[in-house]
Nanobody
Framework: QVQLAESGGGLVQAGASLRVSCAASGQSFTIYAAGWFRQAPGKEREFVAGINWSGSSTDYVDSVNGRFTISRDNPKRTMYLQMNNLKPEDTAVYYC???????????????????WGQGTQVTVSS
């Protein structure tokens, strides 16, 4: 079992930057692929970014590519999402997730991720 806890959300203006973190506890976090998802009111949860166990491979949804950066620090058992040039449409609850993934590439679908955090709210005002 892996327990995940997000932090760092908040209210910012459009164009600002924010970094959210995901702290892992329990079973070794190192062996898992991990990702960030978000869910806006009235919308389905969507994939934002993913990272493999070593941090050598990343994946981003087109809408955040070039603005967001996912990273992980395995000795600290922490994953990050650096968000730059935030837009009002980025407003959502952001969730981190972990997947026992051994296939090539990185998963984008929510069923592939076994462990989830409780989420942190990110609000971007215009």
């Amino acid at each position: 079992q892996v327990q995940l806890a997000e932090s760092g959300g908040g209210l910012v203006q459009a164009g600002a930057s924010l970094r959210v973190s995901c702290a892992a506890s329990g079973q070794s976090f190192t062996i898992y692929a991990a990702g960030w998802f978000r869910q806006a009111p009235g919308k389905e949860r969507e994939f934002v970014a993913g990272i493999n166990w070593s941090g050598s491979s990343t994946d981003y949804v087109d809408s955040v590519n070039g603005r967001f950066t996912i990273s992980r620090d395995n000795p600290k058992r922490t994953m990050y999402l650096q968000m730059n040039n935030l837009k009002p449409e980025d407003t959502a609850v952001y969730y981190c997730a972990a997947a026992r993934w051994t296939r090539p590439g990185l998963p984008r679908d929510t069923p592939a991720y076994e462990f989830w955090g409780q989420g942190t709210q990110v609000t971007v005002s215009s």
